[in-house]
């Protein structure tokens, strides 16, 4: 999304229904593949897949290895 072009980090901070449906590819054009999901909402295992490190309030840091 070009809001998140440059980024350094993301933030999910509502439990809204169409962050389920997020992907990798919605992120494109960070500067950092940093997610950081208050909300537990979206496809962990297929963000790291893709770079992402992402790091879920409750759970803590998964980072793809």
Known sequence: ALALKGADA?????????????TPKDFSGMNTPL?????????????NQSGFT?????VG????T
């Not at 993301?10 to 997020?22: C, E, G, P």
């Not at 992402?54 to 409750?58: M, N």
Request: proline residues 3%; charged residues 20%; glycine residues 2%.
């Open 10 to 22: 993301a933030f999910i901070i509502t439990d809204h229904t169409a962050y389920k449906s997020l």
């Open 54 to 58: 992402v790091i879920s309030v409750g």
């Open 61 to 64: 840091i998964r980072v793809n």
């Open 35 to 47: 997610l950081i999901d208050t909300r537990r909402m979206i496809d962990v295992p297929a963000f």
